[in-house]
C-alpha cells in the first residue's frame, strides 16, 4: 500500500474506519473517503451511489426510448414483475472471505434463484477498445498515452477497425504511482462511458468515448469502410459496369483494380493497363500502395494518382474512363485518359456518382466500442463461496450466469473466471474506483439455490429479494438487447445437463 494510505494506527474518536477495501480510510463525519463511495454520515458508513436494480414491467420498458440515458428511471413506484439485483451501487466486503454485500434470492418461474451481488475490485482489468476508422492510428504494438503516461498500447487491427488494449495490471501496478493513477482514471472514465484524450507514440491524437464516432487528429470519423479495396470491387463491381473503364478502390491493406479482378473478368472487362505501386497479392488485389496514414483508405495518400504507375502503353488507350475510389466512398476521382494515356480530371457521370454514394450508404457509422475485461477468477470468489473453485467450475458448467450490472458477461475459456462485457450494456455510471490503484466493476452470480449449497455458498446470508429492495433504489428499465440473467434457458440444468 502506497505511504499516503496508510490509515493512522488509531481510530481518532470522531472517524469511522471504511474497511470495503485494503485502502482502509478513516473517514470523518460529513466526509468521505478516497475513492467517494463511502462516507460517514453521522457515524454510520453510507455507500453513496444507490444500488441499482432492474426493474421489469410496463412503466419500466417505457422509458427504454427516451434519450441517451433512458436507462436510468427516477419512478418511485415498483410496477414490475420481477426486480434483479445488480452490483452497482451495492458495495465491497473486505477481507474476500466475508460474504458478498448482498446474497438475494427469488422464485423465478417455479424455481428458487439466488444471485450473488458484489462490486468487485479488479486489480487485473483492463478495456479493449474497438475503433471503427481505416486510418492510420500508429504502428501496432505502439504505446498509447494519456498526460504522458502510458496506459496501453495498440494491438492487432480488425476488419475496418483499429484495436486498443488498455490498463491491465502492467500499468496499474507495475510502472510509477503516477502511470498507475493515470490508467486507473481513464480506464474509469472509459468505463463510464466519457471521453478520454488519448495520443499514440509516433500516431495520431484521439479523443475515445464509448458509443461515440472516434476523433481522430480533431476529426470526428463519419463512416467505417464497407470492406476492403477487393471486397468493394466485388461488391459494386456490377453496377460500375458499362459506365467506366476502370476502378481503382484505394485501401491501405488491400487496393483493388476491377479489370484485372476476378470480378471484373467475370463480367468480361477489357485490361485496362492502369497498374497501381505495390505488392501484387492476386489478380486485381495489391498490398502496400502506399504508406499507412490518415488519407484515402487509411493510406496517407491525399493525390490518388501518386499511387499509379504509367499506363501500360500496350492495353491502355486515349479516352479511357477511370474512376478512384476510397473504402468509404466519401473520396472519389473521377479521370479519362488523353493522347499519352495520362489521367486528366474530368467531371464524374451521375451513375458513377450514384455508386459513390452506394457505397457511402453502405458503410455503417464509425463508432468507439469499449469493452471492460477483468479477472474474477480470483479471491472475489470467496465473497461467493467458502469453495473458490467450485464456482469456476460451476460457471465453466454454465450452472451460474455471469453478469455485470446485469449484462451478460462473456467468459473466456480456461482457468479462471476472466469476463468480458460491453460498458454500453451495462448502466451509466456502473464503475467506481480505489486508489490502490483498482477498477471497482459490478458482478453478479446468478443460480438455483440448490446449485449455490452444493458450490459451499454462504447460505446463512441469503435474503429475500423483498429485503434489499427500497424506495432509494435506483431502477433502470431491462435493456432489450440483453438476455435476462434469470432466465432458466441460460443454464444447463434445463438442458438435463446437470
Ligand atoms: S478507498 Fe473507498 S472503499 Fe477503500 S477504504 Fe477508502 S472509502 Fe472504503
Not at 233 to 239: S, T, V
Request: aromatic residues 6%.
Amino acid at each position: 500500500m502506497p505511504d499516503d494510505l496508510k490509515p493512522a494506527d488509531a481510530v481518532p474518536a470522531e472517524k469511522i474506519r471504511c474497511d470495503a477495501c485494503p485502502v482502509m480510510c478513516y473517514i470523518a463525519e460529513g466526509k468521505s473517503g478516497a475513492c467517494d463511495r463511502y462516507a460517514n454520515h453521522a457515524g454510520e458508513l453510507l455507500r453513496l451511489d444507490p444500488l441499482t436494480v432492474i426493474q421489469s414491467g410496463a412503466q419500466a420498458v417505457a422509458f427504454l426510448d427516451q434519450g441517451e440515458n433512458a436507462q436510468d428511471w427516477d419512478g418511485d413506484v415498483i410496477q414490475g414483475s420481477r426486480t434483479f439485483v445488480t452490483a452497482v451501487g451495492a458495495g465491497t466486503t473486505y477481507p474476500d472471505y466475508k460474504p458478498a454485500p448482498f446474497i438475494v434470492s427469488q422464485e423465478v418461474e417455479g424455481v428458487d434463484m439466488v444471485t450473488v451481488v458484489t462490486e468487485g475490485i479488479f486489480s487485473y482489468c483492463g478495456v479493449k477498445v474497438k475503433l471503427d476508422t481505416d486510418r492510420h492510428i500508429g504502428e501496432e504494438r505502439a504505446i498509447v498515452r494519456v498526460d504522458g503516461e502510458a496506459i496501453g498500447h495498440v494491438m492487432t487491427s480488425e476488419y475496418g477497425s483499429k484495436m486498443l488494449s488498455l490498463g491491465g495490471v502492467e500499468h496499474l501496478t507495475g510502472g510509477s504511482k503516477k502511470e498507475g493513477r493515470v490508467t486507473c482514471d481513464a480506464l474509469l472514465r472509459l468505463c463510464n462511458r466519457a471521453a478520454v484524450e488519448m495520443s499514440v507514440d509516433d500516431g495520431v491524437t484521439m479523443v475515445v468515448q464509448a458509443g461515440h464516432a472516434p476523433v481522430i487528429n480533431g476529426v470526428t470519423e463519419k463512416l467505417m469502410r464497407v470492406g476492403c479495396g477487393s471486397a468493394t470491387i466485388g461488391m459494386f463491381a456490377k453496377q460500375w459496369h458499362g459506365h467506366v473503364d476502370e476502378v481503382v478502390v484505394v485501401d491501405d491493406h488491400i487496393t483493388g483494380i476491377l479489370s484485372e479482378h476476378e470480378a471484373g473478368r467475370g463480367l468480361d472487362m477489357t485490361p485496362s493497363g492502369i497498374r497501381v505501386n505495390g505488392r501484387r497479392s492476386t489478380p486485381g488485389r495489391y498490398f502496400q500502395v502506399a504508406d499507412p496514414g490518415t488519407g484515402w483508405g487509411g493510406t496517407d495518400v491525399q493525390d490518388p494518382l501518386s499511387i499509379l504507375k504509367p499506363a501500360d502503353a500496350k492495353k491502355a488507350w486515349p479516352g479511357l474512363r477511370l474512376l478512384m475510389i476510397s473504402t468509404t466512398g466519401e473520396q472519389w476521382a473521377y479521370y479519362v485518359l488523353d493522347d499519352a494515356l495520362v489521367p486528366q480530371p474530368a467531371e464524374i457521370t451521375p451513375p458513377l456518382l450514384a455508386v459513390a454514394e452506394r457505397i457511402a450508404e453502405n458503410c455503417e457509422p464509425s463508432l468507439c466500442s469499449v469493452l471492460f475485461m477483468g479477472g474474477a477468477g480470483g479471491s472475489l470468489r470467496a465473497g461467493v463461496t467458502e469453495n473458490p473453485v467450485r464456482l469456476t467450475r460451476s460457471v465453466k458448467d454454465a450452472l451460474t450466469y455471469v453478469s455485470c450490472g446485469g449484462a451478460e458477461a462473456y467468459v473466456w475459456p480456461g482457468g479462471g473466471i476472466t469476463v468480458m462485457v460491453d460498458v454500453m450494456d451495462m448502466p451509466t455510471n456502473s464503475f467506481g474506483y480505489v486508489p490502490t490503484p483498482a477498477l471497482v466493476a459490478p458482478i453478479e452470480f446468478t443460480l438455483r439455490r440448490e446449485d449455490y449449497g452444493a458450490l459451499g455458498g454462504h447460505v446463512n446470508h441469503i435474503q429475500p429479494v423483498e429485503t434489499v429492495i427500497r424506495k432509494d433504489n435506483r431502477r433502470v428499465a431491462p435493456n432489450a438487447s440483453q438476455p435476462d440473467p434469470q432466465d432458466s434457458r441460460n443454464y444447463r440444468w434445463t438442458r438435463g445437463k446437470p
